[in-house]
């Protein structure tokens, strides 16, 4: 079980897109993200470790690349997680901190390694890796306060000019819907596929009334880290009944 005594500060962004309320909108992802409250909770130890059970020969650290910049990309720091077994439990070792009122995901040992304002990246070539990258991502380029530098760093695929083009002719418009309205945390995912290179996700986000929709979301291995996949036509999320058929997985 998650322990109720673990708090920690939240990283609030000034995004308006993440603001007092806002519903991130449909035509820019597939899922709605939030919930208000600043509890989060550290994940339940039951289930894969991902740094145990795997022996590491010596590292050679004048060979080890230097971490890069908070904020940027380069060459990322070498982490413990090396396990290529898709998670059947709640990983272990993973802390949440809410990056505005979103709760989001991180481990020592399956990264991000490299977390600054907006940006957190290098994330470990494993199924746990994919899993956090695909959550801490799918967050940060709607809320980020500099999303477009989330965008493109962090994003691939078809869509992703297009996914910027939209959002910055939206965002110079009057718009009173940025205010008030429901939102979701992440309840639960479940591996579609996973392989070294390519790994497609469901993510089940819960809303305060008890809606509940599964996102599918594709993360790729590219230059040296996991991207998120943005295709020019994004799959809408579908509602979801129950957990089952899903690993319950949250920090709110």
């Given at each position: 079980?998650?322990?109720?005594?673990?708090?920690?500060?939240?990283?609030?962004?000034?995004?308006?897109?993440?603001?007092?309320?806002?519903?991130?909108?449909?035509?820019?992802?597939?899922?709605?993200?939030?919930?208000?409250?600043?509890?989060?909770?550290?994940?339940?130890?039951?289930?894969?470790?991902?740094?145990?059970?795997?022996?590491?020969?010596?590292?050679?650290?004048?060979?080890?690349?230097?971490?890069?910049?908070?904020?940027?990309?380069?060459?990322?720091?070498?982490?413990?997680?090396?396990r290529q077994d898709v998670p059947t439990a709640v990983p272990r070792g993973v802390t949440w901190k809410l990056f505005g009122a979103v709760a989001?995901?991180?481990?020592?040992?399956?990264?991000?390694?490299?977390?600054?304002?907006?940006?957190?990246?290098?994330?470990?070539?494993?199924?746990?890796?994919?899993?956090?990258?695909?959550?801490?991502?799918?967050?940060?380029?709607?809320?980020?306060?500099?999303?477009?530098?989330?965008?493109?760093?962090?994003?691939?695929?078809?869509?992703?000019?297009?996914?910027?083009?939209?959002?910055?002719?939206?965002?110079?418009?009057?718009?009173?819907?940025?205010?008030?309205?429901?939102?979701?945390?992440?309840?639960?995912?479940?591996?579609?596929?996973?392989?070294?290179?390519?790994?497609?996700?469901?993510?089940?986000?819960?809303?305060p009334d008890g809606r509940m929709q599964a996102a599918t979301t594709t993360v790729l291995w590219r230059d040296g880290d996991w991207r998120l996949?943005?295709?020019?036509?994004?799959?809408?999320?579908?509602?979801?009944?129950?957990?089952?058929?899903?690993?319950?997985?949250?920090?709110?």
């Amino acid at each position: 079980m998650s322990d109720p005594g673990t708090r920690v500060a939240a990283d609030e962004p000034r995004s308006p897109w993440l603001r007092g309320g806002f519903v991130l909108a449909a035509a820019f992802i597939g899922f709605v993200t939030v919930v208000a409250g600043a509890v989060v909770f550290t994940s339940d130890t039951s289930g894969p470790d991902p740094g145990a059970g795997t022996a590491r020969p010596p590292v050679d650290r004048a060979a080890v690349p230097s971490s890069p910049p908070p904020d940027a990309d380069g060459p990322c720091p070498e982490l413990s997680d090396t396990r290529q077994d898709v998670p059947t439990a709640v990983p272990r070792g993973v802390t949440w901190k809410l990056f505005g009122a979103v709760a989001v995901p991180s481990s020592g040992a399956s990264g991000p390694a490299v977390t600054g304002k907006d940006v957190a990246h290098c994330y470990a070539r494993t199924p746990v890796g994919a899993l956090l990258a695909t959550s801490q991502i799918s967050v940060r380029y709607l809320a980020a306060d500099d999303w477009r530098k989330v965008t493109r760093l962090q994003m691939v695929g078809a869509g992703r000019d297009a996914y910027i083009a939209g959002r910055t002719s939206a965002e110079k418009k009057p718009s009173t819907d940025r205010d008030g309205g429901a939102h979701g945390q992440i309840a639960g995912f479940r591996f579609v596929t996973y392989e070294e290179s390519t790994s497609v996700i469901q993510t089940v986000w819960r809303f305060p009334d008890g809606r509940m929709q599964a996102a599918t979301t594709t993360v790729l291995w590219r230059d040296g880290d996991w991207r998120l996949e943005y295709p020019a036509a994004p799959v809408a999320p579908t509602p979801v009944g129950s957990l089952a058929g899903y690993i319950q997985w949250g920090g709110v």
